[in-house]
Structure formats: structure tokens, C-alpha cells
């Protein structure tokens, strides 16, 4: 398949593919380098390396604060 770089360096997939992978406008994808060229696939969060943050967000009362989230310590593991 062939698709075609922009002058903005940007490049439109066939819809069948973006279905295939199921991603959506906003989504995330991972080039990864390998010995035959580069691979492209999306980049999903697991679900349970969300689970030690369940209770920390407040859900529908006020507003998030960032920047105090950020500095808190928090488990390496949820890093990428």
C-alpha cells in the first residue's frame, strides 16, 4: 500500500486501515524502529495501569489541578 506525504509532512491513511486498527481522529499512534524499517501502531492505555489513580480524580466537583497532580509522587510503573 502507498500512501502520500504532505508538504506538511503529514499523511492520510485509507479508512479501511484506520477502521482495521480502530482509531479515531485524536488517537495516538507508536512508530517503533526495527532492523526491517519502522512500524506503526496505536497506542493504547491499559485500563488497569489507571486503577491506583481511581479515587484520586474528583469527578463533577470543581476543577482538576494539574500542576499539584504533576508534582505528587506517583507509581513509576504509570509512566510510559
Known amino acids: 500500500m502507498i500512501v502520500k506525504l504532505t508538504s506538511k509532512r503529514q499523511v492520510t491513511f485509507p479508512a479501511r486501515v484506520l477502521e482495521e486498527l480502530g482509531v479515531e481522529p485524536g488517537d495516538q499512534m507508536e512508530l517503533v524502529e526495527s532492523e526491517d524499517g519502522y512500524l506503526l501502531r496505536p497506542r493504547r492505555v491499559a485500563p488497569d495501569r489507571l486503577a491506583p489513580l481511581r479515587g484520586k480524580l474528583r469527578r ?18 504509570l509512566r510510559d
Open 60 to 77: 463533577g466537583r470543581g476543577t482538576f489541578d494539574l500542576d499539584a497532580f504533576r508534582e505528587q509522587r506517583h507509581d513509576p510503573a
